[in-house]
Nanobody, 121 residues
Framework: QVQLVESGGGLVQAGGSLRLSCVAS????????MGWYCQAPGKQRELVAT???????NYVDSVKGRFTISRDNVKNTVYLQMNSLKPEDTAVYYC???????????????WGRGTQVTVSS
């Protein structure tokens, strides 16, 4: 009914930048909170940043000042601009979104399949 697809991951040297995108598509009425999470090998998935429909943002302390989350409500897209990347940022990055869909009307949390970010030292 609703799909989230991430893009923009890749291999970058320490200090470099990447921009991740995540597009929500399907029978969408509205998209509420959207977020980015990361999961490094052998670790649990953890929060990176979230953004509400009104643009209010929240970041985990380790990325404050380096990462910026933003969204385009017309395109149902969330972005993560990642600057000053560090080797410890290496992980699979997942987006999620709370989406109200139609036929039937349903509010549900959806996840994308993830995109790999690798930062070399």
């Amino acid at each position: 009914q609703v799909q989230l697809v991430e893009s923009g991951g890749g291999l970058v040297q320490a200090g470099g930048s990447l921009r991740l995108s995540c597009v929500a598509s399907g029978r969408i009425v509205s998209v509420n909170v959207m977020g980015w999470y990361c999961q490094a090998p052998g670790k649990q998935r953890e929060l990176v940043a979230t953004i509400l429909a009104d643009g209010t943002t929240n970041y985990v302390d380790s990325v404050k000042g380096r990462f910026t989350i933003s969204r385009d409500n017309v395109k149902n897209t969330v972005y993560l601009q990642m600057n000053s990347l560090k080797p410890e940022d290496t992980a699979v990055y997942y987006c999620n979104a709370v989406v109200v869909s139609r036929d039937p009307i349903l509010q549900k949390l959806y996840w994308g399949r993830g995109t790999q970010v690798t930062v070399s030292s």
